[in-house]
T-cell receptor, first 116, second 114 residues
């Protein structure tokens, strides 16, 4: 069964500290994504990747970096965490079904991040 | 840029009621449209998609029809159950300079009481 695993599941960080959120997928999907979920905003795309070594900016990339060292792993990095980055973060992998923009996303269970 | 709008933030129904959650999109061409469902403590799960005008997507008793004329993809279910209580997201498939991604609406929380 398709699996996307996020770690840690919960994280408390201090303002100005560095935070790394990790994501591993066993789906062998080329595409991977990082979204954040906030009340009133739904899911917003931070960064995405279409293959190992690639990262692309999404709609809200400021303050975040991403790294895709392998097909299976995709990390989200907050170099200088701020309280405004307190949120729930979801990683997803995407299959290659159909044409452009038609692929199904498979989400992990999320990471709850609090920046104090 | 392309976007989807969900007008209801929350919907409260009784079991066996008819459900409609509205989703309208703004995009050129024929973007793929999706519905996802999220249960408490979990990530969103794919429900179904449609990619052509008048195409109907369906799963688990839920359905939606792609309507290019009204730029809509409303989610409907004839008779909801308490187990349908969840957050429902409408999404639109889009393409960047490289790769493909989805943009999500703000979500609609459905609460079904027995």
């Amino acid at each position: 069964e398709a699996a996307v695993t996020q770690s840690p599941r919960n994280k408390v960080a201090v303002t100005g500290g560095k935070v790394t959120l990790s994501c591993n997928q066993t789906n062998n999907h080329n595409n991977m994504y990082w979204y954040r979920q906030d009340t009133g905003h739904g899911l917003r795309l931070i960064h995405y990747s279409y293959g190992a070594g690639s990262t692309e900016k999404g709609d809200i990339p400021d303050g975040y970096k991403a790294s895709r060292p392998s097909q299976e792993n995709f990390s989200l990095i907050l170099e200088l965490a701020t309280p405004s980055q307190t949120s729930v973060y979801f990683c997803a992998s995407g299959d290659s079904w159909g044409g452009v923009g038609q692929n199904t996303l498979y989400f992990g269970a999320g990471t709850r991040l609090s920046v104090l | 840029g392309d976007s989807v709008t969900q007008t209801e933030g929350q919907v409260a129904l009784s079991e066996e009621d008819f459900l409609t959650i509205h989703c309208n999109y703004s995009a050129s061409g024929y973007p793929a449209l999706f519905w996802y469902v999220q249960y408490p403590g979990e990530g969103p799960q794919f429900l179904f998609r449609a990619s052509r005008d008048k195409e109907k997507g369906s799963s688990r008793g839920f359905e939606a029809t792609y309507d290019k004329g009204t730029t809509s993809f409303h989610l409907r279910k004839a008779s909801v159950q308490e187990s349908d209580s969840a957050v429902y997201y409408c999404a639109l498939g889009d393409r960047g300079n490289s790769g493909t991604y989805q943009r999500f609406g703000t979500g609609t929380k459905l609460q079904v009481v027995p």
